[in-house]
């Protein structure tokens, strides 16, 4: 199964992790879903929209899409509703130089990894930040 692949090749974060990763402002949390997703079930308040059939085009930095929050010098955090997306655009952000890895002791100086948000705990409070979803610091 290419999602259980996927999911073998990346580490996944807690909320705690997540949290801690985003108060040391050297990560980009990217939101991957649709954005018809995030009308109806609303979004982490500071991610960055950019849905997967999109993701290659902005992490890219020869295209005229690129976005400038694909920084290879920051840690990706990549969200998605289940974690499946999630894992496969870090593989094909792999495939394109970035690092996998959570360890800060790789050689690289990226890492690019998902957060399965629909089963952590997130901001709450209000329908902007995922409550519906359990997502609440």
């Known amino acids: ?17 997540v949290k801690e990763e985003l108060a040391k402002g050297n990560a980009t949390l990217i939101d991957i879903r649709e954005a018809e ?19 290659e085009f902005y992490a890219d930095e020869t295209t005229p899409y690129h976005k400038p929050e694909f920084d290879r010098n920051k840690k990706l955090i990549l969200q998605c509703a289940s974690g499946g997306r999630s894992a496969l655009a870090a593989v094909a952000l792999k495939q394109m130089g970035y690092t996998l890895s959570f360890d800060d002791r790789t050689s690289g100086p ?19 930040h995922g409550e519906d979803y359990g997502i609440g610091w």
Not at 11 to 16: G, I, S, V
Not at 37 to 55: D, Q, T
Not at 113 to 124: A, P
Request: charged share 25%; net charge negative.
């Open 37 to 55: 997703e995030l009308k109806v079930n609303g979004r982490i308040e500071g991610s960055i929209l950019a849905p997967r059939g999109m993701l």
């Open 1 to 17: 199964d290419l999602v259980k692949e996927a999911k073998s090749q990346i580490d996944n974060l807690t909320p705690a992790e």
């Open 110 to 128: 990226i890492n690019a990894i998902y957060f399965d948000w629909k089963h952590g705990s997130f901001w709450g409070g209000s329908s902007n």
